[in-house]
């Protein structure tokens, strides 16, 4: 799908779906919704979904949004309702992120993105959806329950780190099936990717740029109140308005960092130290953080972090085929290239 046919489906979701009574059906969903989004309007499928919804709880609620866990009383299905931040809704550029998130999960049809099931808005004019929800710790929640390596788990010997490597892996394919449709996610980071029971998820669309040919369109640099500034491509940090696909290998290589070390690459006080850490590409390698860290997981993240675009994995599908390599101890390019600094690593003893 296309990005104009994708604005065309979240048009089609918007518009189309406008009752005359909806008030009427705002009514009976007030003592059963929570405050923040007690009234609903504009979209007849979520109304319609909403009417069933029971057990509403807080998921998460911050200045950019408000999300909750809802579940359909009828069949035990759990949804998610994310509403824009009252604050955000304020700046129309900010509006225009969240809409295009809605679009794109409307136009992503995989697995590995929950599936939306209806648009509205509040009276306010906040844009809200509801989508599937997905069980399962963000990458983030999960390394904090895994704690330190401890003496090298990412062996053949610790299953639980190889199947997580392999759900990471999955969502390297997410974003590239986004790429093959014109999307560039811009802010991948481990509190939007899950690991679910049996395959990995990636969320939070909400800073995707359409992309023509390897570039996003338009003039507009990268940067934007969402973004999470340590694990954003040197391309990025610099406001450059050239993004390339390779930035979302960027980010994917500076999550699998956070999983191996269990910190971001870099550790600033200040954004803009933060920003010149990452466009100078000043940051330890995983295994000068942790030696434990075998020495082709180190190969594949220094060269997913690669500060020139061109040194990096072509796409998302050569990263994930790397991962799962190294999770079937299969031989790996990036034990056998010879590119830029991170070769050195190669010198270093491993007992992997």
Same mark, same amino acid.
């Given at each position: 799908?296309?990005?104009?046919?994708?604005?065309?489906?979240?048009?089609?979701?918007?518009?189309?779906?406008?009752?005359?009574?909806?008030a009427?059906?705002?009514?009976?969903?007030?003592?059963?919704?929570?405050?923040?989004?007690?009234?609903?309007?504009?979209?007849?499928?979520?109304?319609?979904?909403?009417?069933?919804?029971?057990?509403?709880?807080?998921?998460?609620?911050?200045?950019?949004?408000?999300?909750?866990?809802?579940?359909?009383?009828?069949?035990?299905?759990?949804?998610?309702?994310?509403?824009?931040?009252?604050?955000?809704?304020?700046?129309?550029?900010?509006?225009?992120?969240?809409?295009?998130?809605?679009?794109?999960?409307?136009?992503?049809?995989?697995?590995?993105?929950?599936?939306?099931?209806?648009?509205?808005?509040?009276?306010?004019?906040?844009?809200?959806f509801?989508?599937?929800?997905?069980?399962?710790p963000?990458?983030?929640q999960?390394?904090?329950?895994v704690?330190?390596?401890?003496?090298?788990?990412?062996?053949?010997?610790?299953?639980?780190?190889?199947?997580?490597?392999?759900?990471?892996?999955?969502?390297?394919?997410?974003?590239?099936?986004? &790429?093959?449709?014109?999307?560039?996610?811009?802010?991948?980071?481990?509190?939007?990717?899950?690991?679910?029971?049996?395959?990995?998820?990636?969320?939070?669309?909400?800073?995707?740029?359409?992309?023509?040919?390897? &570039?996003?369109?338009?003039?507009?640099?990268?940067?934007?109140?969402?973004?999470?500034?340590?694990?954003?491509?040197?391309?990025?940090?610099?406001?450059? !308005?050239?993004?390339?696909?390779? !930035?979302?290998?960027?980010?994917?290589?500076?999550?699998?960092?956070?999983?191996?070390?269990?910190?971001?690459?870099?550790?600033?006080?200040?954004?803009p130290?933060?920003?010149?850490?990452?466009?100078?590409?000043?940051?330890?390698?995983?295994?000068?953080?942790?030696?434990?860290?075998?020495?082709?997981?180190?190969?594949?993240?220094?060269?997913?972090?690669?500060?020139?675009?061109?040194?990096?994995? !072509?796409n998302?599908?050569?990263?994930?085929?790397?991962?799962? !390599?190294?999770?079937?101890?299969?031989?790996?390019?990036?034990?056998?290239?010879?590119?830029?600094?991170?070769?050195?690593?190669?010198?270093?003893?491993?007992?992997?």
């Open positions: 799908m296309t990005a104009t046919n994708t604005t065309d489906t979240f048009e089609f979701l918007w518009q189309t779906t406008r009752q005359r009574n909806e009427r059906q705002i009514a009976a969903l007030l003592p059963r919704i929570p405050r923040g989004v007690q009234a609903i309007g504009s979209s007849q499928l979520a109304c319609q979904l909403l009417l069933e919804l029971d057990q509403w709880e807080v998921l998460a609620d911050d200045p950019a949004s408000t999300v909750y866990q809802a579940t359909d009383a009828r069949t035990g299905r759990d949804f998610a309702v994310k509403c824009l931040g009252q604050r955000l809704a304020r700046r129309p550029e900010c509006v225009r992120l969240f809409e295009a998130e809605m679009a794109t999960c409307a136009g992503l049809s995989h697995p590995g993105v929950p599936q939306l099931q209806g648009v509205g808005r509040l009276p306010d004019g906040r844009p809200f509801v989508m599937d929800f997905v069980h399962g963000t990458i983030a999960w390394r904090q329950a704690g330190g390596l401890k003496r090298s788990p990412l062996t053949s010997q610790d299953e639980g780190w190889h199947d997580a490597l392999r759900k990471f892996a999955q969502c390297c394919r997410v974003v590239a099936h986004a &790429h093959a449709r014109g999307m560039l996610h811009a802010d991948l980071n481990p509190a939007n990717l899950i690991l679910g029971a049996e395959r990995g998820y990636v969320l939070d669309w909400g800073a995707v740029r359409p992309v023509k040919g390897q &570039h996003a369109w338009g003039h507009e640099p990268l940067q934007h109140p969402l973004a999470t500034p340590a694990y954003m491509s040197p391309e990025q940090a610099t406001g450059s !308005a050239n993004v390339g696909l390779s !930035a979302d290998v960027y980010g994917l290589g500076a999550i699998l960092y956070f999983m191996l070390t269990g910190r971001p690459p870099v550790q600033g006080q200040r954004l130290e933060v920003r010149d850490l990452v466009c100078r590409g000043d940051f330890p390698s995983p295994r000068q953080v942790d030696g434990d860290i075998p020495l082709a997981l180190d190969a594949i993240c220094r060269k997913a972090m690669a500060t020139a675009p061109v040194n990096r994995f !072509a998302p599908m050569e990263l994930a085929s790397e991962i799962e !390599a190294w999770a079937n101890q299969s031989p790996l390019q990036a034990l056998t290239d010879r590119w830029g600094d991170w070769f050195v690593a190669l010198s270093t003893p491993t007992n992997v």
